[in-house]
């Protein structure tokens, strides 16, 4: 079946820096897509979402851009910190899909070395 | 604000045995959802709610069964638990208006089956 997923299984950092995460979808019927955040040991905690009809939007430190054309969603991270070492997940909502549940990718487990 | 609350957060079944997992939200959100999250992957929707009274099924509903009989509350139920059912799972709730809605987790419960 159609799914999300991660480029990348792990990426490491130095703190400060800029980290990039990505991902890659397959359903163009998707229409709202998720950042989550998933500290050991507890639930993915939301970070930030998009609209189909959006590419880019801003929150505190993070950004994330999405590109129709290609399928692609990814997650920007300013000045990371240590408190920032996490698995992340993409999450997307096909339109038709039932009970506007989730679909996940497996995750990007970054790593923030001060 | 507790938001999602899962309990319990650790358990160990043997094969055969049943156990009902607890989730209950204070957010009045409609929509309710369980998944399971398997390691290293990402989660993987079990059923799901869109009220009071309502279920569905989700990718993986097979050896779970589910019950809403208030807004509040969504409990899993697991009749005969096999190995294959070992997994962290995850409640999930969002508000039912509107499909671009992100979705709110509790910690989840760590279940073994030996």
């Known amino acids: 079946g159609e799914s999300v997923g991660l480029h990348l299984p792990t990426l490491s950092v130095q703190e400060g820096d800029n980290s990039i995460i990505n991902c890659a979808y397959s359903?163009?019927?998707?229409?709202?897509f998720i950042w989550y955040k998933q500290e050991s040991g507890k639930g993915p905690q939301f970070i930030i979402d998009?609209?189909?009809?959006?590419d880019k939007r801003q929150g505190q430190r993070v950004t994330v851009l999405l590109n129709k054309t290609v399928k692609h969603l990814s997650l920007q991270i300013a000045a990371t910190q240590p408190g920032d070492s996490a698995v992340y997940f993409c999450?997307?909502?096909?339109?038709?899909?039932?009970?506007?549940?989730?679909?996940f990718g497996k995750g990007t487990t970054l790593s923030v070395s001060s | 604000n507790a938001g999602v609350t899962q309990t319990p957060k650790f358990r160990i079944l043997k094969i055969g045995q049943s156990m009902t997992l607890q989730c209950t939200q204070d957010?009045?959100?409609?929509?309710m959802y369980w998944y399971r999250q398997d390691p290293g992957m990402g989660l993987k929707l079990i059923y799901y709610?869109?009220?009071?009274?309502?279920?569905d099924k989700g990718e993986v509903p097979n050896g779970y069964n589910v019950s809403r009989s208030t807004t509040e509350d969504f409990p899993l139920r697991l009749e005969l638990a096999a190995p294959s059912q070992t997994s962290v799972y995850f409640c999930?709730?969002?508000?039912?208006?509107?499909?671009?809605?992100?979705?709110?987790f509790g910690d989840g419960t760590r279940l073994s089956i030996l």
């Open positions: 999930a709730s969002r508000p039912g208006t509107g499909g671009e809605r992100p979705q709110h």
């Open positions: 999450a997307e909502t096909p339109y038709n899909q039932a009970g506007t549940a989730l679909i």
């Open positions: 957010m009045n959100h409609n929509y």
């Open positions: 359903n163009s019927a998707s229409d709202y």
């Open positions: 998009i609209r189909s009809n959006m």
């Open positions: 709610s869109v009220g009071a009274g309502i279920t």
